[in-house]
């Protein structure tokens, strides 16, 4: 069993930076799972934003790419979510998920997930 914690949420205007931390709280290797960023808007699905693969490959959803960086720290267990120029667009409760399944772009690759972390961006 994987438990993820997610933090670093809050509001901020556009044009802002935001980081995210997804750390496990159950002792288990985050280095042993693919890695992946969710997020919700009210009243919609929730879509893909970033993974990195175990391997450290990464892959993002084109709307956040040059903007937000996923990164991976093993000696700390974590992986971090950096959100710059924000725009309103962006705001929504995002989740990390791990997982092991090849592709990682949707939910269903993934097993574990953590409570998730509100992000409103002001224009």
């Known amino acids: 069993q994987v438990e993820l914690v997610e933090s670093g949420g809050g509001l901020v205007q556009a044009g802002g930076s935001l980081r995210l931390s997804c750390a496990s709280a159950?002792?288990?290797?985050?280095?042993?799972?693919?890695v992946g960023w969710f997020r919700q808007a009210p009243g919609k699905e929730r879509t893909f934003v970033a993974r990195?693969?175990?391997?450290?490959?990464?892959v993002y959803v084109d709307s956040v790419k040059g903007r937000f960086t996923i990164l991976r720290d093993n000696a700390k267990n974590t992986v971090y979510l950096q959100m710059d120029s924000l725009k309103p667009e962006d705001t929504a409760v995002y989740y990390c998920?791990?997982?092991?399944?090849?592709?990682?772009?949707?939910?269903?690759?993934?097993?574990?997930w953590g409570q998730g972390t509100q992000v409103t961006v002001s224009s």
């Open positions: 998920a791990a997982g092991v399944r090849a592709g990682g772009l949707v939910a269903d690759d993934y097993r574990y």
């Open positions: 159950s002792g288990r290797f985050l280095s042993s799972y693919h």
């Open positions: 990195s693969g175990w391997s450290g490959n990464t």
